[in-house]
């Protein structure tokens, strides 16, 4: 590969990492209402153009961030950090160990957690470019390492409730202390309820 060439490749990768970064130092200052093409070139210190050149657009540029700016957790992450491991898992394990993994994942990303609240009561075409992001990688988990089981119960609708109970008390604890008497602002409160899922997941793995 020519040099000239190979430095353009390497501009434009720092540049996009720049204004992935920006997105996200823009939303963890602003919200949604701070991030503007204007407002990214700036924070980013590069011409707003290149948000069109290289992502098509602010949308475009939202998206890069849901996928690459730690956004949402990968699939390494919600399998425990091997793949491999977790698909030989019996199903039991399989279950209890994504829930456990996914409140650990979400509870370590405040801008995250603020994003999903953000999404409930200031929904826009941003959000719903995250909303995509975060769609897609639960539907790919699902396929890679749940599709295969045949079960009588809907495994499913089973991990999307767990998932969005999980969802919002990580959100909530941002507010509250209490949740019908569980401590979801403490760490003590929080294993109570990975039991508690260990413990749903055994028994809907023994109904079937």
């Known amino acids: 590969m020519p040099q000239k060439q190979a430095l353009n490749i390497r501009d434009k990768q720092i540049t996009s990492r720049r ?3 920006a997105v996200g130092s ?3 200052k602003k919200g949604f209402k701070g991030v503007g093409v204007n407002a990214v070139a700036r924070e980013a210190g590069v011409d707003k153009v290149l948000i069109y050149r290289y992502f098509g657009g602010l949308p475009g540029l939202i998206a890069a961030f849901g996928k690459e700016g730690d956004f949402w957790p990968s699939s ?3 399998a425990g950090g091997d793949l491999q491991k977790y698909s030989h898992l019996p199903l039991e394990k399989r279950l209890s ?3 456990i993994n996914f409140i650990q994942a979400l509870r370590k990303r405040p801008l995250t957690q603020a994003i999903m609240a953000w999404e409930m009561i200031e929904p ?6 995250l909303e995509r992001v975060r769609e897609q990688s639960i539907m790919e988990f699902f396929q890679l390492f749940f599709m295969k089981d045949q079960t009588q ?4 609708a089973i991990i999307m409730l767990i998932g969005a109970a999980i969802s919002y008390l990580v959100v909530r604890s941002n507010t509250i202390d209490l949740y019908g008497g569980l401590e979801i602002g403490s ?3 929080w294993q109570r309820i990975e039991q508690a899922i260990s413990a749903i997941c055994s028994g809907i793995v023994k109904s079937v």
Do not use: C, K, P, R
């Open 19 to 21: 204004l992935i970064s």
């Open 76 to 78: 390494l992450e919600m």
């Open 97 to 99: 160990e994504l829930g």
């Open 153 to 156: 119960v809907d495994l499913q």
């Open 26 to 28: 823009l939303l963890a």
């Open 187 to 189: 760490d003590q409160g």
């Open 124 to 129: 826009n075409e941003l959000t719903e470019e």
